[in-house]
């Protein structure tokens, strides 16, 4: 599969593999089978309650720890110094893992204003090898500029909802003019109504792909790196036959007017929303 390289070094192949709700055995099998599918980047979360199930499922399939790159996310309630670097700890004591490739903050949790203290400890966690690479998930621009404004490390990649109905123009712009990889969660708009649009099932025959191989498409040509999650190993092995071929200009904007303001899947505002 093909690469982005980012800031820092780190490369990250351009199609990831979500794991929310993949728990349990049920959640072993499932990330087994993609990772034998092709899928080389897992991303999990400290609040998925499955990072036992993603070191199971690396062992299983018999990859080398060095072929395979793990994201997981810090929740809120531990964005205190001593809490974080213990949950940082206590993540990779599940996964089975010495290190995580990644390690993101899962929300800015504005109110709570402790995401520049949680960013300093990922970055003391960076010093002291338990991560290689550090990122933020839906963090706005206010949010990235502060912490480049008061600490000594930008985040290489930030996390957020994009797909056709919520295609994030103005974050992905402030990303890239800030060299921070835009990673999209719930690419596939969790498998909403949107996979029923006239319009993208149109252009899906046009270039005879299915509707989710055509979204997937349109957010790598986005320069973006899609995360999609399925149980489904058919599907899983859909979601990455991607890189043989290209959505042309016209039909790409096309596809980017479907954006709608009220387009997330979830009411999730990074501006107000807070997870713990
Ligand atoms: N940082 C954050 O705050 C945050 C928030 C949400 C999600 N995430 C991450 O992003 C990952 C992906 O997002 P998501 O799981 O919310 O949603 P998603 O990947 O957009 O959609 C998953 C759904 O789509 C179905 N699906 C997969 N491929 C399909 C295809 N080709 N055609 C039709 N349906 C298909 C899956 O069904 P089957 O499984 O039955 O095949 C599943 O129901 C998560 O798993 C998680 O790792 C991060």
Not at 63 to 91: F, M
């Amino acid at each position: 599969m093909e690469n982005y390289r980012l800031r820092d070094g780190l490369q990250l192949p351009k199609i990831g593999f979500g794991t929310y709700q993949l728990n349990g055995n049920v959640g072993v099998n499932a990330m087994t089978a993609a990772l034998n599918n092709g899928y080389r980047l897992l991303d999990t979360a400290y609040n998925y309650e499955n990072e036992g199930a993603v070191g199971a499922a690396l062992r299983r399939s018999g990859l080398n720890r060095q072929e395979i790159l793990v994201t997981s996310k810090l929740p809120g309630r531990y964005y205190q110094t001593d809490d974080a670097i213990k949950t940082i700890q206590e993540s990779l004591y599940r996964t089975g893992l010495d290190y995580f490739d990644l390690y993101l903050l899962h929300w800015p949790n504005p109110k709570q204003d402790q995401y520049v203290e949680a960013w300093q400890a990922l970055i003391t966690a960076k010093k002291f090898g338990l991560i290689r690479s550090i990122g933020v998930c839906n963090f706005l621009p206010e949010h990235l500029a502060r912490l480049a404004q008061e600490t000594s490390e930008s985040p290489v990649i930030n996390q957020i909802e994009l797909h056709p109905y919520f295609n994030q123009q103005s974050q992905r712009d402030y990303d890239q003019a800030h060299d921070i990889l835009t990673e999209d969660w719930s690419p596939l708009g969790r498998a909403s109504v949107m996979l029923k649009d006239p319009v993208l099932q149109q252009l899906a025959a046009k270039y005879q792909r299915n509707v989710g191989q055509l979204i997937l498409r349109w957010e790598l040509q986005l320069g973006t790196l899609p995360i999609p999650k399925s149980a489904t190993p058919s599907r899983q092995r859909g979601n990455l036959d991607v890189f043989d071929f290209e959505i042309d200009a016209a039909d790409m904007a096309t596809i980017t007017t479907l954006n709608r303001a009220d387009g997330r899947t979830t009411q999730q505002d990074p501006a107000t929303y807070e997870e713990f």
